[in-house]
């Protein structure tokens, strides 16, 4: 199943099907190792939902709710 990682609960796990968006937004995911075929889990989650901690490629990282609406996941 497809999600957006914008859409996943906390604890919830997936892999990196594509990264959309343009230009400088695209370029900093993938400069933060978010690239397709990596696995993310969804540590945690601000009271208002942004931003979203993850762990991915075994460090923890934090990303905005538009970024990570940009990343399309396979849902584990």
Known sequence: MEKKLSEFSR???GVVL???GE???RRR???MGVTPGAEI???KLAPLGDPVEVTV???ELTLRK???ACVTMEVL
């Open 11 to 13: 604890g919830e796990r």
């Open 23 to 25: 230009g400088r937004v």
């Open 18 to 20: 594509r990264i959309e």
């Open 41 to 43: 889990l969804l540590r």
């Open 29 to 31: 995911i993938f400069d």
């Open 57 to 59: 490629r075994g460090y």
């Open 66 to 68: 538009s970024e990570a």
